[in-house]
């Protein structure tokens, strides 16, 4: 190991002489590592820019998006009775529409029992879905489910039977003060989901006086009787019907998705007077598309002329001033858009349907130009995102698109540079590791060689000594 302490021999300051003597030699050491951190800032620089553009590549697919061009939206004069919404293949269009009756599901309640009293008697009850009409029954197309009653049931127990049973129906107990009552309702709304239910007693006998054993839980009609038994109904399936225009629909839900092709009618009460539907052309979705495009677009500009800048005030240059592929992409992409779009459209400039190119390269929006423009969304459409083959009669967001998805790529400009300057990264790198072993290789060289000097410095300072001491004793 070398020796760092001051000279043992002769005094030499051996530390400091290496010190200094080394300090010469870091310097091209010194100089790689500022080379590095350059490149590292660069290569920074070329990370945000990269982020930049890849969010304006965003901005430009978001208006190429088709379904953008075809947005609607869907309007209500009166939100406490309609609401809705359009898709893409809705018509622009306006209707009234009148609220007749709202569809609702087959409700059913049974008569009071103390709270907490067993039924009293085994039975079973058989509830079938379908359709009531008047008197007549007609079942669906599923089975009977069948659900077994012990005489120790409270009216409780009976309703966490029907629950488990998945009969199509939903089971509630009420409490009236000291008595019970079982309602059950349908789980689905329309004429077409009502429910009849039987009820057996332990034999297996059908009961049909609706009083006898679980013969309360009954709903059904006795044609001899001429009435209904067993619980009595507060609420019949039925559908929904609305007048559009004077066209009558009817629907099982409160949600009426084909009277109106892309229309989705949300029925939310009955209405004394017609409801106003207005579907039209989502201009707003456009505008929004339109306005993150803008701002995509500053960004990016912002970004590139501040890493390209010379600030003569201060005297600093940008991290990226006189870098040739950044100076030549803030070109390109000025160019691209003050270029001409498509032909065959009302607008032929970015600064035709609002968005103007500044002297410092940013957009600006012009309001009413814009406004304009959204009104003749065809023409809008087909500027941004005409293809037709080549970049020069492209929709300018196509073509700032496919611009960047290149520059971007593995092989572009950007990606190029970024790979350019982490290689540079890298070789400088290794060049620091092997100079800081020549370094030290050096440095104990160094150490040797000034030791070995001053052991020799120390040996003829005794020497010295020796002598002068002798030549004294000679001249006494």
Request: net charge neutral; glycine share 10%; aromatic share 4%.
């Amino acid at each position: 190991m070398a020796i760092s302490s001051a000279g043992i021999g002769s005094g030499l300051d051996v530390t400091s002489i290496v010190t200094q003597l080394m300090n010469i030699e870091k310097q091209p050491l010194t100089l790689l590592q500022t080379k590095a951190s350059g490149l590292q800032t660069k290569l920074s620089a070329y990370s945000t820019v990269k982020s930049a553009l890849s969010g304006l590549q965003d901005a430009a697919a978001a208006l190429q998006d088709a379904s953008l061009w075809k947005g609607r939206t869907f309007a209500s004069n009166n939100t406490s009775a309609v609401t809705g919404s359009a898709s893409s293949s809705a018509l622009a269009t306006s209707f009234s529409l009148d609220v007749i009756d709202m569809a609702q599901a087959q409700s059913i309640r049974s008569t009071s029992l103390p709270t907490g009293s067993a039924i009293g008697a085994d039975g079973r009850l058989d509830i079938q879905g379908g359709q009531w009409t008047g008197t007549d029954f007609t079942a669906g197309s599923g089975s009977a489910v069948s659900i077994d009653i012990a005489a120790t049931d409270t009216l409780t127990d009976i309703a966490s039977k029907i629950n488990g049973a998945s009969a199509g129906v939903t089971a509630v107990v009420v409490k009236s003060g000291a008595n019970d009552q079982l309602l059950i309702r349908g789980n689905a709304t329309g004429e077409a989901s009502g429910f009849q239910i039987k009820s057996f007693d332990g034999g297996g006998s059908e009961i049909t006086d609706g009083v006898t054993g679980v013969g309360g839980l009954a709903y059904d009609y006795d044609i001899n009787a001429g009435s209904f038994f067993g619980m009595t109904q507060t609420q019949a399936a039925q559908n929904s019907n609305i007048s559009i225009d004077g066209i009558t629909v009817s629907s099982a839900t409160n949600t009426v998705s084909d009277a109106v092709p892309g229309v989705t009618l949300n029925l939310l009460s009955k209405t004394t007077s017609p409801v106003q539907i207005t579907v039209g052309v989502d201009k707003d979705a456009v505008k929004a598309k339109i306005d993150a495009f803008q701002t995509a677009y500053n960004k990016v500009n912002s970004n590139l002329a501040d890493l390209t800048k010379y600030d003569a005030a201060s005297k600093k240059a940008g991290t990226l001033q006189g870098d040739s592929t950044a100076v030549g992409l803030q070109n390109i992409l000025r160019t691209m858009l003050g270029a001409n779009g498509p032909t065959g459209t009302t607008i032929s400039r970015l600064s035709d349907m609002g968005l103007e190119l500044q002297r410092d390269g940013s957009l600006s929006t012009n309001s009413k130009k814009l406004s304009t423009a959204l009104e003749n969304l065809s023409d809008l459409n087909t500027f941004f995102t005409a293809s037709n083959g080549s970049a020069a009669s492209n929709g300018i967001a196509k073509r700032l698109n496919d611009f960047i998805r290149t520059a971007n790529g593995v092989d572009g400009n950007i990606s190029g540079r970024s790979s350019a300057l982490q290689s540079a990264i890298t070789r400088n790198s290794k060049d620091q590791e092997a100079f800081s072993s020549r370094l030290t290789k050096k440095q104990a060289q160094l150490y040797a060689q000034f030791n070995a000097l001053d052991t020799k410095m120390g040996t003829l300072s005794s020497l010295n000594s020796f002598i002068t001491q002798q030549v004294a004793q000679w001249n006494k």
